[in-house]
T-cell receptor
Framework: GAVVSQHPSRVICKSGTSVKIECRSL??????MFWYRQFPKKSLMLMAT?????????EQGVEKDKFLINHASLTLSTLTVTSAHPEDSSFYIC???????????FGPGTRLTVT | AQTVTQSQPEMSVQEAETVTLSCTYD???????LFWYKQPPSRQMILVIR??????QNATENRFSVNFQKAAKSFSLKISDSQLGDAAMYFC????????FGTGTRLQVFP
């Protein structure tokens, strides 16, 4: 099956710093990638959708200047949390989809803790 | 806008028994996909089963089956012969160009 990886799996950073999370599709070309945020015991909240080579589309209420998304290739998307604050601490999950695979395949998630 | 409702925050079942998780959704579209995803304690999202709205036949994957009622906009998941490994959070998901998640049902399985 299609495999999506995320790196790092856990990251701790200090308030005010930036942190980058990578999402890779390992065995297929991901024309579209999605970034979700999940609070404890809650559902997934879509943050943004990115298509390879174009700007990401952010959901309402998501600060695009804080959560920078880059989808520079068909196998890699990155989420950069800029000037992180403790309230940005969360579990971030990416997913990927190709034109030929209708389902979204999910990465294992990244736990971000901002101290 | 499409919405997905899971009215059961928690469910429990005894090993080897059958349990049904409920899901209703709202949409004005006629062509769409529905999914059930499982999220175990590892938090890796796993696709359990999918249903295409234009297909009347209910999808089945081994011990997992759905009852898809398009007119009623209902999409329940039945887990037969429950196993300890089925314990997880289950999300009902509606799909057009992006996924719309329900709030989830936490399933506990007792030996």
């Amino acid at each position: 099956g299609a495999v999506v990886s995320q790196h790092p799996s856990r990251v701790i950073c200090k308030s005010g710093t930036s942190v980058k999370i990578e999402c890779r599709s390992l065995d297929f070309q991901a024309t579209t990638m999605f970034w979700y945020r999940q609070f404890p015991k809650k559902s997934l909240m879509l943050m943004a959708t990115s298509n390879e080579g174009s700007k990401a589309t952010y959901e309402q209420g998501v600060e695009k200047d804080k959560f920078l998304i880059n989808h520079a290739s068909l196998t890699l998307s990155t989420l950069t949390v800029t000037s992180a604050h403790p309230e940005d601490s969360s579990f971030y999950i990416c997913s990927a989809r190709s034109d030929r695979i209708y389902e979204q395949y999910f990465g294992p998630g990244t736990r971000l803790t901002v101290t | 806008a499409q919405t997905v409702t899971q009215s059961q925050p928690e469910m429990s079942v005894q090993e080897a028994e059958t349990v049904t998780l409920s899901c209703t959704y709202d949409t004005s579209e006629s062509d769409y996909y529905l999914f059930w995803y499982k999220q175990p304690p590892s938090r890796q999202m796993i696709l359990v089963i999918r249903q295409e709205a234009y297909k009347q036949q209910n999808a089945t994957e081994n011990r997992f089956s759905v009852n898809f009622q398009k007119a009623a906009k209902s999409f329940s998941l039945k887990i037969s012969d429950s196993q300890l490994g089925d314990a997880a959070m289950y999300f009902c998901v509606y799909n057009t160009d992006k996924l719309i998640f329900g709030t989830g049902t936490r399933l506990q399985v007792f030996p």
